[in-house]
């Protein structure tokens, strides 16, 4: 089970233009007191065609964590607008905000951000090269979307293997919705095995 | 009867397993299939009984879900008194929940159900140790124990006053335990397994009473549970899914002989449940009949696969009702209500059914104190359990005792539980002093500029978060939550948000912190129907919007959503160490994103969302093709960032084969302090330290002792002398010799120098010549001295150990050829122990020392080796925090100990496995404690050995460890039996590991054997 589970996150100064900061605050709840930080990233997505136009706008260490329930404001900056294809500034875009412990990430909460002009004038004739100095972000915050994945909270990359070659529970005769298969631990985000040495 | 449907309990469509209605009555709860975990959820069972408040909108419906069951919840049962909820899922993990009293509504983050948890339920416990499905949990009578049974063919009882204590792990079962019943009097526990078997399980030794095969021979495993049940007066026991000439049956087994006689026939399929109604009934009088006492009788529910529901009567031949296409799919589990009267039954297809009899239908139920002499008549006064009674177990303590020690237990256990129940109102304080009496909202604004914020030593942003709330004992202080629910931004946007998207002025709204507190006054009541409605309404509002204003852009939205699900390719890890090979590399990149994208499509599928998001996924993966180089430009840019950051991540990150020949580090070696940096290895060459001007170094801590030498300090007559000066207590002397020093050492009795000339020089603390200089064959490589012993390894790879006051060789020129396998193995650490013992650190692992009494090399420690990386023995740790023993095995053992016991924690190792695992483990300490004479070290291992012994129920070990520490009772000469080991005595061992045995009433009997031997002796 997931020793952190985020209870929830604020979007801060939403609606805001452009080039203001992206201020999430975030709560959490802890179960028990980790032996190391949390990461968090917010990543912008420049362009839905590519991950190419993806930016990490900051990442940030949170700790140290003991149990009990927290809360911080992360705050990113803008993203670099060089790095926008110039056809996506404007419209929907995703914003996620990312949470690894021991680099592996458990949990991803993405937000649908648009992008529009205020200005009435400008929404009718958008500019050729985007205009950024009047556009407004507008972050959904609403409706978030969470992910959550299992990841090994303990940091021994062996016992990962091993979960995985446990074997599921066989005919259990189509009883199990599809949904529900067994679940196998993903055999990402694993440490060498001399990761105690390198810390 | 009534029948009821109440479409509103639902996990959104997802299968339930499970439902168990609260012993009070006023609640249930449901275990299923959730989003992308598994759920747990408790509902009001007020809008289940009554109409007007199912239509009632300020009364709740769900109580409270719970998301933290990362698969398929199977099971979810209260225990008796009501407190707590234990639930079982496909994680193999039990949990055990606890209602948190004191805090209000809050939500699931992210979750599209926006509705509050009214009720706060909090996972106290996690209980680790199947290592597949869990697929049935049960409460003990008088909740003394829980019983959970999972898909690894075993059975873990679980102290429950004592979590997370195991009691037991019943093995037997040759297929996958799906179902378990507790002996309504506390004798038994049975199981009903795919192995064709049903078996019965005594509580009072936990060994196997009874195994019924025979109605099971014909059966598959076709059913996903096989929940069995025990009748309320104890007399039957009726099992799942059975077969009696080739027809689906639901066998009872009588108590008396475990007999198979009859059995419920009728359901076209197999059963999947059978539950007994709580209550025992008896015939309802009628006015104007006869007053003759009937007999009383027992009602059970059968539900099946063939999605039928039957209720039997046992003074009846024929079911009582049979209730057909109730559900769309197999019934999974029943729950009646404490009263008997009202019935729960849950079904694969997602839906719940809720059935009402009257008393003119089953009977008039007996009370409890009828249904207890019912009990003590049929078992007798020793096992009825009455309502009074909170004992252990059935069984009866023989000896006074053993008496103490279970009530000091229970005693302490009252103890933890009166903390536990103070802890709220303690840890408020707390809290307080933290928030300084500031409200939430107060916080909330400023948060930004009063948080902390550091930079890490690689310059990065490390922000420490604000505790706003501690978790002690699972339940968080009331002092903030009652008034502020944290959740008004993320709903209060929506109502903001919509006219935005919608229309196309609108420019200048408000900060949503403006909005808030309007809001919030709309949180804080009970969600009723009308805002939620219009919440949800204003959702559907937002997203047909956006979909609107982007409807060009329905592509490139498709490829977002995927984005929700996926892992960041910027985390490091796997991901980033591909694309930095492949940057290296890019004429090899092909195959290894082959490989990645398969892995990212492996996460995808791991992480289980709406199939929606699949299909994104699935399109994702198939544009991944495509967009390999921009891959690798991203991944490479995400490199470049990393490095500046967190370097050492991107070694760590490279699990790929040719990246790891370009990384391949030296083989690491632990310099211990006396010597210096290795140089490369030749084959059974040592190191040894090179010459230096001067040193100084402290050989004793009380008294402090310190030494100080000055190579090369004067010239006298063409030769140069080194001088050695200590300093002890403040009193100095010292003396000259003739070569330069290399190495020196010392203890608060002697001190050693070894010279450049192979000269070995010994001095008593005062600075007097103890023996004459020893010559030695090849130069020193590590020299030790502990008391008044002096130990040297020599760099020709050979060790002597002389004990100075007895001028006498302890090991003599021992070479270390034996334990110096492998080309690459070199000393990485060597010390002296207070008797004398010399051990050897190798640099892969393990450590060595010489048994001088067995003239051998004895393995005392392996860090490689697999039986300390599973060893599970945390249990049995002294409850007291004492410090782990600091002798010399824990010195060469290291921190190396503790990796072993987080390993264990991910239980993944078959328990009989690791049990033994563990037993090995054990015993190898206490040998190696004994072979390095450290007697405190010894102690400590012994009492966790005895206990783990103790809790894994091993008599038989158990047995013969106490006979050892005893010795024989009357002296004889032909015994070679030490009273002594290592300057403990046995007895006083023995004293000390009894009161373990008499924690666990098992041993009772062991236990008064030795407490009598051992007053006999000290009354002798």
């Not at chain 2, 090979?581 to 969302?609: V, Y």
Request: glycine share 6%; charged share 20%.
């Amino acid at each position: 089970m997931a020793k952190v589970q985020v209870l929830n996150v604020a979007v801060l100064d939403n609606p805001s233009p452009f080039g203001n900061p992206f201020q999430f605050e975030i709560t959490f709840e802890c179960m028990e007191d980790l032996p190391e930080d949390l990461e968090w990233k917010i990543i912008y997505v420049g362009s839905a065609e590519s991950e190419e136009y993806d930016q990490v706008l900051d990442s940030v260490l949170v700790g140290p964590v003991p149990a009990g329930r927290h809360m911080f404001v992360f705050q990113a900056d803008a993203p670099n607008t060089a790095q926008i294809p110039e056809s996506d500034a404007v419209g929907v875009t995703v914003v996620l905000i990312t949470c690894t412990y021991r680099g592996q990430e458990f949990i991803r909460i993405g937000y649908y951000v648009n992008n529009e002009y205020t200005e009435p004038e400008l929404r009718e004739n958008p500019p050729l090269k985007p205009n950024y100095s009047q556009l407004q972000r507008n972050i959904l915050a609403s409706n978030p979307r969470v992910t959550r994945f299992h990841i090994n909270w303990e940091g021994l990359a062996d016992k990962m293997e091993d979960s995985e070659n446990v074997d599921p529970s066989p005919n259990t005769g189509g009883m199990l919705p599809p949904s529900c298969i067994p679940g196998k631990m993903p055999p990402l985000g694993q440490m060498p095995d001399n990761s105690m040495d390198c810390m | 009867m009534k029948l009821l449907k109440p479409s509103w309990v639902s996990h959104n469509g997802k299968p339930i397993f499970s439902v168990d209605i609260h012993p009070d009555g006023t609640k249930f709860a449901t275990g299923g299939q959730g989003e992308d975990s598994g759920k747990v959820m408790i509902w009001n069972m007020a809008p289940v009984l009554r109409e007007e408040d199912e239509k009632n909108e300020n009364i709740p419906k769900m109580l409270c879900q719970m998301d933290n069951h990362l698969a398929c919840v199977n099971c979810v049962r209260w225990s008796n008194n009501g407190l707590y909820l234990a639930s079982g899922g496909d994680d193999k993990l039990v949990m055990v929940w606890k209602r948190a009293a004191l805090i209000g509504p809050s939500t699931v983050f992210g979750s599209s159900n926006k509705l509050a948890n009214v009720e706060q339920w909090r996972c106290v416990m996690i209980l680790r140790n199947h290592t597949g499905d869990v697929m049935d949990v049960a409460w003990s009578p008088h909740d003394v124990w829980l019983a959970s049974c999972s898909v690894d063919n075993t059975i873990v009882i679980w102290n429950a006053r004592k979590f997370p204590e195991m009691v037991t792990c019943l093995r037997g079962h040759t297929g996958l335990v799906k179902g378990l019943t507790w002996d309504p009097v506390g004798k038994y526990i049975a199981s009903q397994a795919d192995d064709h078997s049903l078996k019965v399980w005594r509580t009072v030794d936990w060994q196997m009473d009874a195994n019924i095969t025979k109605p099971f021979t014909e059966c598959g495993g076709t059913t996903h549970v096989l929940r069995l049940s025990w009748s309320p007066d104890g007399q039957y026991l009726v099992s799942a899914h059975a077969m009696n000439n080739s027809g689906p049956t639901a066998q009872i087994v009588e108590r008396d002989g475990w007999k198979t006689n009859m059995d419920f026939v009728g359901h076209r399929k197999a059963v999947t449940v059978v539950k007994f109604n709580p209550k025992i009934f008896k015939k309802k009088q009628k006015n104007g009949s006869s007053t003759k006492p009937s007999c009383p009788y027992c009602c059970c529910a059968v539900g099946s696969k063939d999605r039928s529901l039957s209720v039997w009567l046992t003074s009846l031949k024929r079911p009582l009702v049979v209730i057909h296409d109730l559900f769309d799919k197999s019934i999974m589990d029943i729950s009646w209500t404490l009263t008997g009267l009202g019935m729960l039954v849950c079904s694969m297809d997602g839906t719940v059914a809720y059935l009402d009899f009257s008393l003119d239908e089953l009977g008039d139920p007996l009370s409890e104190e009828e249904k207890n002499t019912i009990h003590q008549s049929i078992y007798g006064k020793s096992l009825a359990i009455t309502n009074t009674e909170a004992q252990l177990s059935t069984t009866i303590i023989e000896n006074p005792e053993m008496l103490k020690y279970q009530q000091e237990r229970q005693n302490s256990a009252q103890a933890n539980t009166a903390a536990a129940g103070a802890g709220p109102e303690s840890s408020a304080p707390k809290v307080n002093s933290v928030m300084n009496g500031e409200s939430l909202e107060d916080i909330r604004k400023n948060l930004l500029k009063k948080q902390v914020e550091t930079r890490t030593a690689d310059g990065r942003r490390r922000i420490t978060p604000l505790c706003i709330a501690q978790l002690d004992t699972g339940d968080f202080s009331p002092a903030l939550f009652n008034s502020a629910p944290i959740l008004p931004s993320g709903s209060s946007m929506s109502n903001q948000l919509a006219p935005q998207l919608n229309s196309d002025s609108s420019p200048g709204q408000p900060s949503s912190l403006g909005l808030r507190p309007n809001q919030d006054g709309m949180l804080t009541s009970p969600p009723a129907n009308s805002t939620n409605k219009g919440l949800e309404d204003n959702n559907d509002g937002v997203k047909s919007s956006l979909l609107l204003t982007s409807a060009s852009k329905m592509e490139p939205m498709k490829a977002l959503d995927s984005r929700f699900t996926e892992r960041s390719k910027a985390t490091p890890g796997v991901t980033s160490a591909i694309s930095s090979t492949a940057g290296l590399t890019p004429l090899d990149s092909r195959p290894k994103d082959g490989i990645s994208a398969l892995k990212d499509a492996k996460t995808k599928e791991e992480t289980s969302s709406d199939s929606e998001d699949k299909m994104a996924a699935i399109n994702k993966n198939l544009a991944f093709g495509k967009r390999k180089p921009e891959l690798l430009m991203d991944g490479g840019e995400v490199v470049e960032k990393r490095k500046k950051g967190r370097p050492r991540k991107d070694k760590m990150a490279a699990p790929i084969p040719q990246s790891f020949t370009q990384i391949t580090s030296p083989p690491e070696r632990e310099p211990s302090k006396a010597v210096a940096p290795p140089a490369p290895a030749v084959v059974l060459k040592l190191p040894t330290p090179s010459t230096q001007k001067s040193f100084s170094l402290q050989v004793s801590m009380e008294p402090s002792v310190f030494l100080d030498v000055e190579n090369e300090m004067s010239v006298v007559a063409g030769s140069k002398l080194s001088q050695l000066r200590c300093s002890r207590d403040g009193r100095d002397w010292n003396t000259l010799l003739p070569s330069p020093v290399i190495v020196a050492a010392g203890s608060s009795d002697v001190l050693a120098v070894a010279c450049e000339d192979r000269m070995l020089s010994v001095f008593s603390c005062c600075g007097r010549r103890l023996l004459p200089a020893i010559q030695l064959a090849t130069p020193v490589s590590a020299l030790h001295c502990s008391a008044h012993f002096v130990m040297v390894l020599t760099a020709g790879a050979t060790l002597f150990v002389w004990d100075v006051p007895k001028q006498k060789a302890l090991v003599k020129n021992e070479s270390l050829l034996t334990i110096l396998s492998g080309a690459d193995t070199t000393v990485s650490q060597s010390l002296l122990t207070q008797q004398g013992i010399p051990v050897i650190g190798l640099s892969n692992g393990k450590s060595y020392c010489f048994s001088s009494s067995l003239e051998t090399w004895t393995l005392i420690a392996d860090k490689g080796d697999s039986l300390v990386q599973c060893a599970d023995f945390r249990s049995c740790l002294p409850s007291h925090d004492a410090p782990v023993s600091s002798g010399p095995l824990a010195v060469m053992q290291g921190r190396n100990l503790n990796a072993g016991r987080l390993a264990s924690r991910l239980s993944s190792t078959p328990h009989h496995l690791q049990q033994s695992m563990t037993l090995a483990f054990l015993e190898n300490q206490l040998a190696s404690a004994l072979t390095l004479q450290s007697s405190q070290e010894y102690r400590y291992w012994l009492l966790i050995y005895a206990r783990f012994l103790v809790n894994e129920g091993s008599e038989y070990r158990l047995r013969e460890l106490c006979k050892e520490l005893l010795g024989p009772v009357h002296r004889s000469a032909a015994s070679s039996w030490e009273p002594t080991t290592l300057g403990l005595h046995k007895r006083e061992l023995l004293r000390e590991v009894l009161p373990v045995i008499g924690e666990n009433l098992r041993f009772q009997r062991l236990f008064t054997e030795y407490q009598d031997q051992l007053e006999l002796l000290r009354n002798k």
